[in-house]
């Protein structure tokens, strides 16, 4: 079920205006206290990119980065001389996806060109800064923050580090037993859940002193290693062998790897 089915249901059964946004947004009022307070910026997808939630966080005292939608509603801003009398002339145009001539060129950074510019949101009614990625193999996306201070480049550095983000709660939940948690109490869920992000820290911090060259890191290559020594210490233990001997053997190390990845 999509995230707009399960707003279409809330609003049918539960008979209320608000939205998964709304819930969202609450939860990081109640619970923004708790950030340090160098934390400037707070980082999302393109579903959160509506006007509730961006007005809602700036108000917690932080600046939205996200990525917009392909059809945004774009306008350049007017930096031309202004007329002496009349209304002063705010736009210059719509900003058409895709259309890079006027856009100030940043770099090119593993494969991705960077452009930016401030420009004005309609649906945000505000002036934002965009950074269009235009990759090599012709896929674009287009982010923005309402930082307009905020260089390109660290913009587009904070939205990648998202996805780091992600990558811990999903290996947490298929390899260390995020969701397998059966306990009511708060104390015993706050423990379990230190207890497994914990736990991927010695294997992400073994992996780079194994391979320090290696960025990703395969847990499931890890718990294979990890399940075959302790398989071969029980089985040593129930028939008596000694493994002194065995263990500064190649084979042995064979053996541990059976089933990992290699690289």
Known sequence: MSKSDKNYYLHCFVGTTETGVHEYLKHLKVDCHALPKDVRYLVSDAYYR?????HGVLECGYHPIGKLRRDANLRYLFTGQQR??????RY????????????DFVGEYN??????AIVNCVTLKRNIRIVYLLKNTGGYAVLFSTDNE??????HRYYKARFQIEFLFRDAKQFTGLGDCQARSEPALHSHFNACFTALNPIKWQDRLSSPNRKPVSV?????RFFNALFI??????????????????RYQEICNFGAVSG
Do not use: M
Not at 111 to 116: A, F, N, R
Not at 233 to 250: A, Q, V
């Open 233 to 250: 210490e029980r089985i040593s233990c129930d028939f008596g062998f000694d493994l002194t001997s065995i263990k500064s053997s190649p």
């Open 50 to 54: 509506k006007q509730t939630f961006t």
């Open 220 to 224: 499931l290559s890890w718990k294979a």
């Open 150 to 155: 905020l260089n390109a480049l660290s913009l």
């Open 84 to 89: 002496p009398k009349g209304r002063h002339k």
């Open 92 to 103: 210059d145009g719509k900003l058409i996806i895709g259309d890079i001539s006027r856009l």
């Open 111 to 116: 494969g991705v060109k960077l452009y930016t």
